[in-house]
């Protein structure tokens, strides 16, 4: 996309040229006024400089908009990795959400337990700042409106390539965006899971942004340097289409300044209506976008529920005095009352839960038996995974693998209770998974089965 670079932009004079210009041929065909519309494009609309008339856009409001997405989208791509990375998808296809991966999982690592806080700090991270840059996306995108109706659309190969990008950028980011907020305020309307839109789109995404960075970074380093007052001027462009700058501006409404302020107060704003959902506590309250409310009633079990047990179908016989835990690994098995499992050594963990959709919990106290130890009550002695199976019979968060690491941290639980009381129906009971620093949706809930499975 060479239309924004310094020598095309504002290389419009005004919208018009001369219509015919080297007309004075022989008049066969094609007619000199389709040469000249090839050339110059249509006589009105868009792809006339003349067109664009806000006197605010130009190289610098792009440049700052520009410097802005580039670090924030820096930290939003990482921790949008990380949290791929935080599932492990790689250890078995139970946390797998897109088996075609092929090499875009290249990155892949065991998702560590330290510190407990991990996954709460960089989805809170990647949540926030992504609604946090809605504002300054969406006034990028109109900043540089003008060079969408380049004209020609094509000018060669290199051209068409350039654009191409440029489409996986802008569709990329629209659509990432998109699906990271609906799934977040609990719209899913995604034909399919989130998850895999959101994956491959961001791909895509990063692809069209990495040959944008290619081209873009010096022209931005360079604009940012010079400041808003002397930017360079242009040169004759080879581009007939509209510029950053327009060169027939509209009386001023506003300034530049004002612009970035308004887009900095949209973001301050979203910002102040978020975040309290990932610190949680007292100031959840705060949280006026958070789509599961802003408190969690009172008493120990007082503290954000995702799925309710209503919500996920658990009737009261599959959670109640018949329920067993199975415990099975090492060739052997073994069937636990809830009794039995009380009557093994309690152990305490203070653990938040951090989901995907950026909400998170402060650390709760929670208590039960180690899975290290449930791994050894069956005798399997160097487990390499655990599959954990709830009774939940229907949804998509019955189930889910956990690495080794996991399962020996002495903090990971089978818990039992929290803050003091049992589980509450809605937070598990009679027994849940928690783990430091997984992904909430690692911490399942009214779990029936244990499989730990060695090389
Ligand atoms: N069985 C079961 N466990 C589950 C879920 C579920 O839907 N079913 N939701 C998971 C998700 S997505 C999260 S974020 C946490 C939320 O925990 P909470 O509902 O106790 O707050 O539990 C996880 N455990
Ligand atoms: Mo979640």
Redesign the pocket.
Known sequence: MDEGTEDTEGSGTSGDRPEGAGAADTGGPPPSRWRALLRDGPAFGPTRPGFWRSPVRGRSTTSVLGAVLLVGLTVVTVTGLLSYAAYNPDLTPVNDKTPDKGLLGFYLFAWPTDPHWLYRLTQGLHVTLGIVLVPVLLAKLWSVAPLFFGWPPVRSAAHALERLSLVLLVDGALFVFATGVLNVQLEYVFPGSFYVLHFYGSWVFLAGLAVHLGTKVPVMVRALRAGPADAPAPEPGRSAGPGLTAPDPAPATITRGGVLGLVGLGSLTLFAVTVGQSIGGPLRATALLAPRGRSAGEGPNGF????TASR?GIDADATGKDWRLTVRGGGREAVLTRQELLALPQHRAALP?A?VEGWSTRDQEWSGVRLADLAALVGAAAPVWVLVE?V?ST?S??RAGLRANQVADPRSLLALRVNGADLSLD??YPARVIVPAAP??H????VGRLTFEEA
Not at 304 to 307: A, E, G, H, L, Y
């Open positions: 954000q529920v995702n799925t996920a839960i989901c709830s939940q949804g968060f019955t937070h598990g909430g949706v911490n399942t809930k009214w």
